[in-house]
């Protein structure tokens, strides 16, 4: 099984990096300023009224013992700072909640784009239902905090701060005692956050494991079941699930835990306070209305700092996201769009030219995959590629598709370095038929379009004549319009195939890379498919991996490779009088 490296790198979660700062910046702030200022500045606004709540409430009270009438403005006065407190604190849950939509909205979009453009190479490390977690749960959190947690957390602390300068302003001695039991609560806070924050990056890696895991055997089901194998895979989900529940109620428990000490301590604090306060008071040496605003102002801090527990363990999790999501967006990829790319006059004459080119693959770097020093496909030339599996035969392929790139020597088309032009203008050139052709989830008519999208019906039916695909797409059900269901599981290999080469012959690209289906096909799809490919021969360059006899005769010049070389080249015929292993795999393979 892959093993997910993008998920395994070790990082220090104990503080936030300045890679995760820069990254916040980049992805959240930058891209969303308009809202995330807007939501800074009423945040700032309704902090100020709140804190000047209790002031007010001091007012009030005292005002009420000198006189009823001052007492009553000073009521008046805080009813209208509580409306327009009220109105602030609508206006920033607006757009802090607006903000979260649109940034997760966006992350998805970029998310997605990113991947669907990444070579290969990125995708043999990681598992799909991992990146599939990514783009859903890990951005589901990132707009959680971003679009609530992240301004409670900015409220707090600022509540927290103004709570605490406002408290010494109101009365140094009673302050000073309460700055006492203060550490009592802020250390076992950061001690425990640590922790905290440990176990929950540890429960969302196995959750992203337990997504690859789900999706790989969910993908193949029907190989799971026929192997009874359901038990295995089972096992194997829940182990994983069942890990990332103990280390949430590990989680759970500590926060638990947490909120009972922070509780008690606030408390403790405040009645103790209290206590010295009503001394004060008694003395004269504090008004009722002072004690009350520091109460309030204590009360304040108590809660911000309880609030700000509770949000400290989303916000990890947020960073352990968003540090994920961050992954994915600073993957280079290895196969590079050229910085200044040759424009090409199409259409192209389709030769193509190896020029010493030596591949390994990135995951394999000690064996050599190709070694080709020289080879030239000429325009309209028919090639078939014999081999036995693992001779490097996809590997050519990937190789032209500018999927890898060689590690020495160069690949051209025409004349054209294909490292040298954009890959999507190198790949409009050529049209690639696997063996096991991929069939989406739609119909045969945007199945076939897949090849060149905004193509017309006409054409579409053009290209599925010559693909001797017209029969047994009218036999549908609902002809072109009929869903072909997920991986195109309604339809048998031979269709697949078929509607694969249509989608390649509507593509209508010079260069076709053909694999044939060596899963035995019945004789009618095999029948067709051999005359679809008569049918596009001698305006195309072609290059077919060969299974069958009719193909290596009706082909110009057969490569026969071995071990990643070329090991002779001619006609059938030749190749059979000169080469015994070529005749030996002929014999077994064609007959
Ligand atoms: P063929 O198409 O002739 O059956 P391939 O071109 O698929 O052979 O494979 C050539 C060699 O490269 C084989 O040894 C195969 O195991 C190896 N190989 C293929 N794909 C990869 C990959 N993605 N990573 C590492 N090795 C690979």
Same mark, same amino acid.
């Given at each position: ?8 790198? =070790? ?24 809202? &995330? ?16 709540? @209790? ?20 009521? %008046? ?59 859903? &749960? ?21 509540? %927290? ?15 000073? +005692?309460?700055?006492?039991?203060? @550490? ?7 001690? +425990? ?17 337990? !997504? ?94 309880? !609030? ?45 030219? +190896? ?17 080709? @020093? ?88 053009? !290209? ?50 053909? =694999? ?69 795999? !002929? ?5």
């Amino acid at each position: 099984m892959r093993s997910n490296t993008v998920d395994n790198k =070790d990082r220090n979660f104990q503080n936030l990096q300045p890679h995760q700062l820069k990254q916040l910046f980049k992805l959240i702030f930058i891209p969303h300023l308009f809202w &995330a200022l807007g939501a800074l500045i009423f945040l700032l606004f309704t902090v100020l009224i709140t804190l000047s709540i @209790p002031i007010m409430v001091r007012y009030i009270v005292d005002g009420y013992s000198f006189n009823v009438e001052t007492g009553q403005k000073y009521l %008046f006065i805080s009813c209208v700072l509580v409306v327009v407190a009220a109105l602030g604190t609508a206006i920033r849950f607006f757009l802090v909640t607006l903000l979260g939509e649109r940034l997760v909205s966006d992350l998805r979009q970029e998310l997605f784009e990113k991947i669907i453009n990444l070579s290969p190479n990125f995708f043999e490390k990681t598992l799909t239902g991992d990146l599939v977690s990514r783009i859903n &749960a890990d951005t589901t959190l990132v707009q959680s905090v971003a679009g609530s947690t992240l301004s409670l957390a900015i409220r707090n602390t600022l509540l %927290f701060l103004g709570g605490i300068v406002l408290m010494f302003s109101t009365s140094i001695k009673l302050a000073s +005692f309460s700055l006492l039991i203060i @550490p009592l609560i802020v250390f076992p806070l950061i001690y +425990f956050g640590r922790f905290l924050r440990k176990l929950t990056r540890q429960t969302q890696d196995k959750l992203a494991n337990s !997504a690859g895991i789900a999706s790989e055997y969910i993908f193949a089901a029907t190989t799971v079941q026929t192997n009874s194998y359901q038990d295995q895979a089972v096992k194997e989900y829940n182990e994983l699930i069942e890990d990332s529940y103990l280390k949430s109620k590990i989680r759970v428990f500590a926060r638990s835990i947490m909120i009972f000490l922070i509780i008690i301590l606030v408390f403790f604090a405040i009645s103790f306070v209290v206590f010295e306060g009503l001394k004060d008071v008694e003395s004269g040496s504090f008004s009722i209305g002072e004690l009350l605003q520091f109460c309030l102002y204590s009360l304040v801090v108590g809660v911000s700092v309880g !609030a700000i527990t509770e949000t400290y363990g989303e916000i990890s999790k947020f960073l352990g996201a968003l540090d994920r999501i961050g992954d994915i967006f600073n993957t280079l990829d290895p196969v590079k769009e050229p910085t200044n790319p040759m424009s090409i006059k199409t259409p192209i004459n389709g030769s193509i030219t +190896f020029n010493n080119v030596k591949f390994s693959y990135p995951m394999r770097k000690e064996t050599s995959a190709l070694d080709i @020093p020289n080879l030239t496909i000429n325009k309209n030339e028919k090639v078939a590629l014999v081999g036995l599996s693992g001779a490097g035969k996809t590997t050519l392929f990937q190789l032209i598709q500018r999927l890898y790139d060689p590690i020495k020597g160069s690949i051209s088309i025409d004349t054209y370095p294909i490292d040298k032009i954009s890959k999507s203008h190198l790949r409009q050139q050529i049209a690639y038929v696997p063996q096991e052709p991929v069939i989406f989830s739609k119909s045969v008519l945007d199945n076939i379009r897949i090849g060149r999208v905004g193509a017309s019906i006409e054409e579409v039916e053009q !290209a599925v004549k010559l693909a001797c695909a017209e029969e047994f797409i009218n036999d549908l059900p609902e002809g072109y319009s009929t869903l072909l269901g997920e991986r195109g599981l309604l339809i048998s290999v031979g269709q697949k195939q078929r509607i694969a080469i249509a989608r390649a012959i509507l593509r209508d690209s010079p260069i076709l890379l053909l =694999d044939e289906a060596t899963s035995s096909l019945d004789a009618i799809s095999e029948d067709a498919i051999k005359t679809a490919i008569d049918n596009i021969s001698g305006n195309k360059t072609i290059i077919v991996i060969a299974h069958r006899l009719s193909t290596v005769r009706n082909a110009d010049r057969i490569l026969f490779l071995e071990k990643g070389k070329i090991e002779n080249e001619g006609t059938h015929k030749e190749l059979i009088r000169n080469n015994k292993k070529y005749k030996k795999l !002929a014999d077994l393979q064609f007959l």
